[in-house]
């Protein structure tokens, strides 16, 4: 199995910042790449920004400039720099694994979401 550990939400105020992290461990022979989703009440989920394993980058229009993705791959450890928070960047924030572990082939891994609010 490969399980997701999310860490570094909570309450802040706008303008503040915060720090996410999301550790990947089990049986995982490799990750093809690690991001971070969010999904604010009434909207579907979306993308926030996302990583390979090689260190390309993408990020949703609505954070660049803002939000800065990184991994520890000997770690399997995606981060989500988040500066200059919003009353808009509330949601629950999902770490998303790629990977191909013993168990299947390039699948899927979600944590179990970590909230974040912003206050005004």
């Known amino acids: 199995q490969v399980q997701l550990v999310e860490s570094g939400g909570g309450l802040v105020q706008a303008g503040g910042s915060l720090r996410l992290s999301c550790a990947a461990s089990?049986?995982?022979?490799?990750?093809?790449?690690m991001g971070w989703y969010r999904q604010a009440p009434g909207k579907q989920r979306e993308l926030v920004a996302t990583?390979?394993?090689?260190?390309?980058?993408n990020y949703a229009d609505s954070v660049k400039g803002r939000f800065t993705i990184d991994r520890d791959n000997a770690k399997n450890t995606v981060y989500l720099q988040m500066n200059s928070l919003k009353p808009e960047d509330t949601a629950v924030y999902y770490c998303?694994?790629?990977?191909?572990?013993?168990?299947?082939?390039?699948?899927?891994?979600w944590g179990q979401g970590t909230q974040v609010t912003v206050s005004s």
């Open positions: 990583i390979t394993s090689g260190g390309s980058t």
């Open positions: 998303n694994t790629r990977a191909y572990s013993g168990f299947r082939g390039l699948y899927d891994y």
């Open positions: 089990g049986s995982i022979f490799s990750i093809n790449a």
